[in-house]
């Protein structure tokens, strides 16, 4: 019988990998209500983003994003305390970035009219990572859940630098 401080994974030596706790491991409901909420709000932002312009939608996803994004700073916040695994420099280098995108860069490709797409398609790769990571944070004895969280990026990240940069410049 396996312990309530045990799970049901194994870890590379075949023993069961033990359950990480911290003074948040009595909010691990609250979490995991959170995770699905950024994985809904993801996918509603996707949706937003297919059907409207960012141009003409852009307050509403930008109070969506907002939103989904202190859910990010939480889950940061999380692998700096040891609650959840995860690249610590990584998520700060990468939501730094992103609101950086949001607070700097959307607003001036708003107001010069230069490629009204480009917005969209930075939304996409910031939609299609997350959406491809929750499941596997609302599923952990999943692998399919983690191979597709682990493979999808491969192809959103060099997306969404790519774009990011372009509407930087």
Same mark, same amino acid.
């Given at each position: 019988m396996i312990s309530p401080t045990r799970s049901k994974q194994k870890?590379?030596?075949?023993?069961p990998k033990r359950r990480r706790t911290t003074f948040l491991t009595p909010f691990s409901v609250i979490f995991s209500l959170l995770?699905?909420?950024?994985?809904?709000g993801w996918s509603w932002v996707f949706y937003l983003s297919i059907r409207d312009e960012y141009s003409d939608a852009a307050?509403?996803? /930008?109070?969506?994003?907002?939103?989904?994004? *202190? $859910?990010? =700073?939480?889950?940061?916040?999380?692998?700096?305390?040891? /609650?959840?695994?995860?690249?610590?420099?990584? *998520? $700060?280098? =990468?939501?730094a970035i992103r609101f950086t995108v949001v607070f700097q860069v959307m607003p001036?490709?708003?107001?010069?009219?230069?490629?009204?797409?480009?917005?969209t398609y930075i939304l996409w790769s910031w939609c299609c990572t997350e959406i491809s990571r929750y499941p596997m944070y609302?599923?952990?004895?999943?692998?399919?859940?983690?191979?597709?969280?682990?493979v999808v990026p491969l192809i959103t990240f060099p997306w969404g630098c790519a774009t990011e940069a372009y509407a930087s410049y």
């Amino acid at each position: 019988m396996i312990s309530p401080t045990r799970s049901k994974q194994k870890d590379n030596t075949g023993k069961p990998k033990r359950r990480r706790t911290t003074f948040l491991t009595p909010f691990s409901v609250i979490f995991s209500l959170l995770n699905w909420v950024a994985f809904f709000g993801w996918s509603w932002v996707f949706y937003l983003s297919i059907r409207d312009e960012y141009s003409d939608a852009a307050a509403t996803i /930008d109070m969506y994003i907002l939103i989904l994004e *202190g $859910i990010c =700073l939480v889950e940061v916040f999380r692998i700096l305390v040891g /609650d959840l695994p995860g690249n610590l420099v990584l *998520g $700060i280098i =990468l939501h730094a970035i992103r609101f950086t995108v949001v607070f700097q860069v959307m607003p001036r490709l708003l107001s010069s009219n230069v490629n009204d797409k480009i917005p969209t398609y930075i939304l996409w790769s910031w939609c299609c990572t997350e959406i491809s990571r929750y499941p596997m944070y609302m599923f952990p004895t999943s692998s399919m859940m983690r191979n597709i969280r682990m493979v999808v990026p491969l192809i959103t990240f060099p997306w969404g630098c790519a774009t990011e940069a372009y509407a930087s410049y």
